[in-house]
Structure formats: C-alpha cells, structure tokens
C-alpha cells in the first residue's frame, strides 16, 4: 500500500493522474500481540467440542492446527 500510494502522489506531482485512489484504501490492522498458540490439552478440548456440536468444520480445524495454515489459507482449500 505504502508503495503504490507513493507512486500515485508521484503521478499527481507530474499531473498524470488527478487523484491518488490508494487514500481510500484503509492502512492494514498491525496486532499488537502474537497470534495465541494452543496447548494439547486445550486443542483435545477444541476437538471434542467440534466434533459433537460442529462436526464439518473437524477437517478445517485439524488441519489449521496440525499443519499450521492460516485461517484465510484454510478457507481457501477445497
């Protein structure tokens, strides 16, 4: 974001362009802490739980736990 939105105000100093359309794009949330990290008794816990009130999202979880995709990488697999 930081790059294209100086090469748009670069474009509008030159006139190429009237305006910078990256500034309506909001700056990315940073988190402040690291992601948390399950303990095995915690992850038995989750397992559990999915498995008697949610059991299609078992495959999605196990694999986001085990393997260490992200959720967006998750929601994208088929």
Same mark, same amino acid.
């Given at each position: *974001? *930081?790059?294209?939105?100086?090469?748009?105000?670069? $474009? @509008? !100093? !030159?006139?190429?362009?009237?305006?910078?359309?990256?500034?309506?794009? +909001?700056?990315?949330?940073? @988190? +402040?802490?690291?992601? $948390?990290?399950?303990?095995?008794?915690?992850?038995?816990?989750?397992?559990?739980?999915? @498995?008697?009130?949610?059991?299609?999202?078992?495959?999605?979880?196990?694999?986001? $736990?085990?393997? $260490?995709? !992200?959720?967006?990488?998750? +929601? !994208?697999? +088929?």
């Amino acid at each position: *974001r *930081r790059v294209v939105f100086g090469l748009f105000q670069e $474009g @509008m !100093r !030159r006139k190429y362009c009237e305006s910078n359309p990256v500034a309506e794009i +909001d700056k990315p949330k940073v @988190m +402040d802490q690291p992601p $948390g990290i399950l303990q095995p008794v915690e992850m038995v816990t989750l397992i559990t739980l999915v @498995m008697k009130h949610e059991p299609e999202l078992l495959p999605w979880l196990v694999i986001g $736990g085990f393997c $260490g995709l !992200r959720p967006a990488e998750l +929601d !994208r697999l +088929d």
